[in-house]
């Protein structure tokens, strides 16, 4: 089972900063949180990770909160091309594997 | 620099079939994963290979193979295909630098499968 929980939906306007949240309140101390993005019908893209600091890229902004229950990722000028699922995942590292656990995602309707 | 890539993009099969299913990572990346999509939900693991080794294996049936090249190109195998194949494959790469492979995946475009 997925080790996070993410709103099945959300909405945004175009122009605005997308908040996406995920909790992952059983998260291990030495355990990332990534974040990738899938397109209708593409490969998922990976977007950003961290591990108890906060990220940045070109992409987005990743904030993590201090006790790592919890993240946000923060897309700061929302455009159409955003609309996506979104996916918030803690990578099952059992044994020699390294395993991506996909829940159900959020998706993220960017509005014009 | 070109990223993962899958062949085919699409494929139509018939029950009782078998297909294979090709990946080639991003150059210098030495893991390949397979991911399996059904219509409406999140990807689900397959199989890990590192170094031409399977690291790991999901819950899946032993209709599902796989392996892993000299140059870290993958294939996946299905044989007697179902209808409940049907879904787009996907295949990720990783550096899986030093002694582990614990590093970013990234993922190619899927080949989309149909089992009619």
């Known amino acids: 089972d997925a080790k996070t929980t993410q709103p099945p939906s959300m909405d945004c306007a175009e122009g605005r900063a997308a908040n996406l949240p995920c909790n992952h309140s059983?998260?291990?101390?030495?355990?990332?949180v990534y974040w990738y993005r899938q397109i209708h019908s593409q490969g998922p893209q990976y977007i950003i990770h961290?591990?108890?600091n906060n990220e940045t890229n070109e992409m987005a902004s990743l904030i993590i909160t201090e006790d790592r229950k919890s993240s946000t990722l923060i897309l700061p000028h929302a455009t159409l091309r955003d609309t996506a699922v979104y996916y918030c995942?803690?990578?099952?590292?059992?044994?020699?594997?390294?395993?991506?656990?996909f829940g159900t995602g959020t998706l993220l309707a960017v509005q014009p | 620099d070109a990223g993962v890539t899958q062949s085919p993009t699409h494929l139509i099969k018939t029950r009782g079939q078998h297909v294979t299913l090709r990946c080639s990572p991003i150059?210098?990346?030495?893991?390949v994963s397979w991911y399996q999509q059904v219509l409406g939900q999140g990807p689900q693991f397959i199989f890990q290979?590192?170094?031409?080794?399977?690291?790991g294996r999901g819950n899946f049936p032993d209709r599902f193979s796989a392996r892993q090249f000299p140059n870290y190109s993958s294939e996946l195998n299905v044989n007697a295909l179902l209808l409940g194949d049907s879904a787009l494959y996907l295949c990720?790469?990783?550096?899986?630098?030093?002694?582990?492979?614990?590093?970013?995946?990234?993922f190619g475009p899927g080949t989309r499968l149909l089992v009619l």
């Open positions: 990720a790469s990783s550096l899986a630098s030093g002694s582990g492979i614990r590093e970013t995946q990234y």
């Open positions: 059983t998260i291990s101390g030495n355990e990332y």
């Open positions: 961290g591990l108890k």
């Open positions: 995942i803690v990578p099952n590292y059992g044994g020699a594997t390294n395993k991506l656990i």
């Open positions: 150059s210098g990346h030495k893991s």
């Open positions: 290979y590192y170094e031409k080794e399977e690291r």
